[in-house]
């Protein structure tokens, strides 16, 4: 199993800044994508921002010049920087790592989802 476990979420007010990690631990050999996905009350889950081995990110429109996803290969961990968060940002966020483990002595496919925290956005 690959375990993720996330850190940093909180309160702010409107134009504060958060930042998420997300730390990676299990029999890994290898993380291909890392990605936040957050999920508001009543709402869908989505896609938030995505940054792969070569460092190649994707965002959502909505967060596009605010928040930036980097990664750490050697703590297998990813980061979200949030600058001028909005109350529309407010949400759980989850990070989800897919790349290849030890299964016994053979490697195989994961794709691990963190516990989700709470980020909200208020005056």
């Known amino acids: 199993q690959v375990q993720l476990v996330e850190s940093g979420g909180g309160s702010v007010q409107p134009g504060g800044s958060l930042r998420l990690s997300c730390a990676a631990s299990?029999?890994?050999?290898?993380?291909?994508?890392m990605g936040w996905y957050r999920q508001a009350p009543g709402k869908e889950r989505e896609l938030v921002a995505t940054?792969?081995?070569?460092?190649?990110?994707n965002y959502v429109d909505s967060v596009k010049g605010r928040f930036t996803i980097s990664r750490d290969n050697a703590r297998n961990t990813v980061y979200l920087q949030m600058n001028s968060l909005k109350p529309e940002d407010t949400a759980v966020y989850y990070c989800?790592?897919?790349?290849?483990?030890?299964?016994?002595?053979?490697?195989?496919?994961?794709?691990?989802w963190g516990q989700g925290t709470q980020v909200t956005v208020s005056s």
């Open positions: 989800n790592m897919r790349g290849i483990r030890w299964y016994g002595r053979s490697p195989n496919d994961f794709d691990s």
């Open positions: 299990g029999s890994i050999i290898s993380i291909n994508a």
């Open positions: 940054i792969t081995t070569g460092d190649s990110t």
